[in-house]
């Protein structure tokens, strides 16, 4: 098992688009020839479209493109820009008279981040899927969904982090893994059983420790930090039915597990989709070690990436910091 590039998933294309002065954008994750899909939905608050068709028991067959988009559910519009988009290069599903793409979304919230009133709309959508076509480099941190992303929201707004988007790729073999995950959550990224960055104290002097916070306001029943959610697309040339494509993305949420503490909050509304193009025989298990390692690195690679927008610090800003006072 190997670190691995984008070049390595050529069925897929990933665009992304954003507005850098409201903080807001939206990723799209685009298969062409479609894929079979899966999605596993664990946050107690999600916003999502046409995810019902990718149980196992329904009728769809093939997804065209996954979009995760800011923007609480006005960001759901961005879809419709990438169903265009597709629609004009005959992707999707032939009716007779036109393609209807298969075209699933999930959303986060960050509104309080930027411009309340600028959303991922179905013109940011468009752009989004005509940059994946044009094979534009991937670039993480304060991009397309992670554009406006936090983190550790527990201690008020003005002690929270920057999030982002994150890729990362493993393989073995033929085998092939890569994982998108835009990182907006309640709680706090942790590595090697450490908090690297969430929620901070007041007093600036290191992290009040999200999951500390939840427990001691445990009588407080109001949304103290609202604005949340981590959102997963696993891509891979594995050959797995809807079913086995929806176990994938419960390995993203391992992930998720593993690294966000506390992970799939009441005021999360954590998804993970999962596209598989079907080049390579493999089992479920030796595909779910891929998509575990991919989709943690991924959700570090978002954090890692981040730019300090206003009050929200990123990763790199406190970690220099903290380095020179040590």
Known sequence: MTRST???????MIGQAEN??????????????????GVDVRGGSPGTRDTDALNPTCNRTAV????????????????????????SKGIGRDVGVTVVPNVCAAVLFDLKCGDPVVRPDEKMGYQAAQNAFL??????????????????????????????????????????????????????IV??????????????SGF?????????????????????????????????SKAGATRLSAKG???????????????????VFSLCSGKVKTSPDAVGILVQKASEQAI???????ETYRDYLSFKDLKQTTDQIG
Not at 20 to 31: L, R
Not at 160 to 180: D, F, Q
Not at 208 to 224: G, H, M, R, W
Not at 300 to 306: G, H, I, L
């Open 135 to 188: 094979r534009l480099p991937f670039h993480s941190g304060n991009k397309g969904a992670g554009t406006g992303a936090t983190i550790g929201k527990t201690n008020g707004l003005h002690n929270a982090m920057k999030g982002g988007v994150g890729c990362s790729v493993y393989r073995h073999g033929e085998l092939v893994v890569e994982a998108v995950f835009a990182v907006n959550c309640v709680g706090d």
């Open 300 to 306: 570090y690679d978002a954090v890692k990436s981040a």
């Open 64 to 87: 065209h493109a996954v979009v995760l988009s800011g923007g609480s559910s006005f960001g759901l519009s961005a879809a419709d820009g990438v169903m265009r988009y597709l629609e």
């Open 20 to 37: 850098a002065d409201a903080m807001t954008g939206c990723t799209v994750i685009i298969s062409p020839q479609g894929a079979v899909c």
């Open 253 to 271: 949420h391992d992930a998720i597990a593993r690294t966000v503490l506390p992970s799939h909050s009441v005021y999360d509304g954590d998804t």
């Open 208 to 240: 009040a420790d999200s999951s500390d916070l939840i427990i001691n306001a445990y009588a407080n029943e109001k949304d103290f930090f609202s604005g949340n959610t981590v959102l997963g697309c696993i891509m891979t040339n594995a050959q797995l």
């Open 191 to 204: 590595e090697n059983g450490e908090i690297i960055a969430g929620a901070r104290r007041s007093n600036s």
């Open 6 to 12: 984008l070049q390595d998933l050529p069925d897929f």
